[in-house]
């Protein structure tokens, strides 16, 4: 199975600044991985996929990158519906998600 | 606009079988694959398993000997069975549709519906 490895656990920012999360594989995925946001009480949404597409109607502050192991979603400028949980997948091998980063407001 | 939403009891023993439906409005179900994942409170999510709407099956090893997926074309439902549950299935349970982006991408989801095991 593969492993993905999210970090930080909690990112605490200010509206307006950058986040940048990581997720590591525990193998490669190639581009196979997703980032969904969660939040509270709500179903996950579709943010990114195919490690960089973004998924219809999803701002462009949103960006994935990565490839292989390492994967990277940053947010140029926290707006105040941007603090939620936010998990990576990967689809390449079988179907595994990360513990998630919960991105709060500091 | 595809909808999703999940029906079922919200409180099953120990030792029963959890069963659970996932009714599909506003597409069809045919030529998709529909997947349940699960998230204990304050944890991750946990992907159980995804169904075609030919019935042909992937599990997560994790549950493969306790889950059990079944699709209704006809009613536009899928469900899944749970078997030999314990304390530790007490999760909310969602359905989802790989609908616009492939394999194993979801991009509808239903709201999710809270399963407590307890006696």
């Known amino acids: 199975e593969i492993v993905l490895t999210q970090s930080p656990g909690t990112l605490s920012l200010s509206p307006g600044e950058r986040a940048t999360l990581s997720c590591r594989a525990s193998q490669s995925v190639s581009s196979d991985l997703a980032w969904y946001q969660q939040k509270s009480g709500q179903a996950p949404r579709l943010l990114i996929y195919g490690a960089y597409r973004r998924a219809t109607d999803i701002p462009d502050r949103f960006t994935g990158s990565g490839s292989g192991t390492d994967f990277t979603l940053t947010i140029s400028s926290l707006e105040p519906e941007d603090f939620a949980v936010y998990y990576c997948?990967?689809?390449?091998?079988?179907?595994?998600f990360g513990g998630g980063t919960k991105v709060e407001i500091k | 606009q595809v909808q999703l939403q999940e029906s079922g009891p919200g409180l099953v023993k120990p030792s029963g079988t959890l069963a659970l439906t996932c009714t599909v409005s506003?597409?069809?179900?045919?030529?998709?694959?529909w997947t349940w994942i699960r998230q204990p409170a304050g944890k991750p999510l946990e992907w159980i398993g995804r169904?075609?709407?030919?019935?042909?099956?992937n599990y997560n090893p994790s549950f493969k000997s306790r889950v059990t997926l079944s699709i209704d074309t006809s009613k536009n439902q899928f469900s899944l069975h749970l078997t030999s549950v314990t304390a530790a299935d007490t999760a909310m349970y969602y359905c989802?549709?790989?609908?616009?982006?492939?394999?194993?991408?979801?991009?509808?989801w239903g709201q999710g519906t809270l399963v407590s095991v307890s006696s």
């Open positions: 169904i075609y709407s030919s019935g042909s099956t």
């Open positions: 506003g597409g069809s179900i045919r030529h998709y694959f």
């Open positions: 997948q990967q689809y390449g091998n079988s179907l595994t």
């Open positions: 989802a549709g790989e609908y616009s982006y492939g394999s194993g991408i979801w991009d509808y």
